[in-house]
């Protein structure tokens, strides 16, 4: 038995060996606080751990990442003070091993460091570089409780998107109060479920908690693990927005129907709010045409350029003062559909039809509740994970709906209770991102004036069970 222990330990040492002898420039049989120290060149390095305590973290932890810098390269932390110091110098300590050796050609890789903020390694041109710009000039000195890599600079401790917001008054202080208002929201997780109503729907004892309704439903600016673009728009910013989608849908606010009140308006405003994540990241005069935005929705770019761009630990924040960001619908997708009923299918005899106003003109509109016939959506771009569905049906609905998403059956044979109100249809697990099919079985209303399903006009909610962003499509 104690021969087998023996050649085991053998073994293991040798395939260490085996493992490291090319990809390390450097092994060392110690701690990673014994390499540090044992060289001259890192003094100042050492003592700026040891100062806050962060060796002993090293010491404890064992598998740590520390991004060295020499001592002639320490004044940009040195001149630092207090919680602003200590924050600096754990930036350059990972919490888990990230080695440049298995880093490709034009690759990246990242470790979580003790600042909660992500160093980011991407290798260019043969060369490895941390976030972006700074070059490392020794890497892999692999220790026994972790590895060192030597940076020709300090790194630059940089806020995340939200820390940047809360920095920000003047004009763009309603957006930064916007940003961090709390709200009310359903906690259903945290809910008792305690039986079913006449309609099949869930019944909860409910529980209600506090969140930034901003961070759900717009993008989670402070998330360090994404990388967005941030459009932070003033009051002006928001009524020129607003002014733009105004022209491009009536002409001119005399035009607006007189349905279209403060309150509609103010909706808008909060929409455009929402409208302000991008779960990518590129200069102003590399911005696409079209931008997709982290919660769905789909928007133009305007024309003009933002007064400022700022690059962030999680991405960047361009402010907008006066300038209309988005001149397009920011209602979300229009959902292509396919019917299996033409026009010319319809059984004259079993239909009703009312007469409805809208703005100066009337408009007859057929329906008919008798034969269901089906309608399939495609929405575009839904992301992975599990979904709260809600509906808002329009006000001449009528009969049963069965609902079908992605092969499974959500719904079967419900009836609305109120027109334009949020009915809860139940929850729905999809495992990957991209185009989803939603097939209606209904009876639907048809327009014999421009001769279209008015069932484009009703509207579905998807919103995540967990952290995460809201998916609306109409």
Known sequence: MALAVVASLFACESTWDEHYKDVASERYDGGVMDYLSGRSEYSGFVALLRKHGLDTKISESGANTVFAVKNEQLAPIENLEGEAQLRAVSLHIGNTLLYGYNIPEEGTGAVKSMASKNVWLERTGGKLFASGEIALTAQDKVCADGVVHELASTLELKNSILEQINTMDGAYEPFRKYVNREELLFDEPNSVEVGKNIFGQ???????????AYLIEAGDVSDEDLTLTCFALTNEAVEVTYQGMVKRYYGSEENLPATFNEARKAKIETLIRNSTVWDSVAV?????????????????????????TVELSNGMLQTWKSTGLLASDLMGDTLTFESTAPVSAYDEENISSDIIQIGDK?????????????????????MAGQYRVYWAPLANFTGELDITLDGEKLIEGYKPQRSWYWDYLGTVTFDSYGAKKMVFNTALPYNTVDQTYGFGFHQLRFIPMKEGVRFIAR
């Open 202 to 212: 869930t019944v909860y004892d409910s529980a209600f908690v506090l969140e930034r």
């Open 284 to 308: 102003p005069s590399e911005m696409p045409d079209t931008i997709r935005m982290l919660n769905g929705y789909k928007v133009i770019s305007g024309a003009g350029t933002p007064d400022q």
């Open 362 to 382: 009337k408009a007859q509109r057929y329906y008919r509740d008798n034969t269901p016939i089906e309608v399939t959506y495609t929405l575009e771009g839904l």
